[in-house]
């Protein structure tokens, strides 16, 4: 069973929820943002849009993606951090360079709020 994208209001909401749940029980959560970066003539809207089915179908039902700009998907991923963030961006990723071209990732943990892992999608063929 695959999630439904939310839009930025309720994304914004969930992400403000998960960091009051976190401040009350020392747990933390992740953001992970995929921008496409695609090759000469292609559109970035469209491969956003391509990999969207694909994503939706991937997440945990815990889980929410939002599509934040023309060509970038934001996922917040609930009770993960460090390695299961890693992990988790790093399988999302496999499943949409099957749909759509190049990705740049960024994973921001919470509450440090620090880029954890960067450009990892620059290799699809």
Sequence with gaps: ???ILSDARYFTRRVGEEAARCERSGTRFSIAV???QP???ELPEIACVL???ALLASVRETDTVCRVDD???AVLLIDADGEGSRKA???LLERIQAQAGHWQVRVFEYP???LILVDVG???A
């Design 1 to 3: 069973m695959g999630q």
């Design 34 to 36: 995929f921008t496409s």
């Design 39 to 41: 090759g000469d003539g």
């Design 51 to 53: 990999s969207l089915p």
């Design 71 to 73: 060509d970038s998907i």
């Design 89 to 91: 961006a790093l399988r």
């Design 112 to 114: 440090e709020r620090e």
């Design 122 to 124: 620059l290799v699809a």
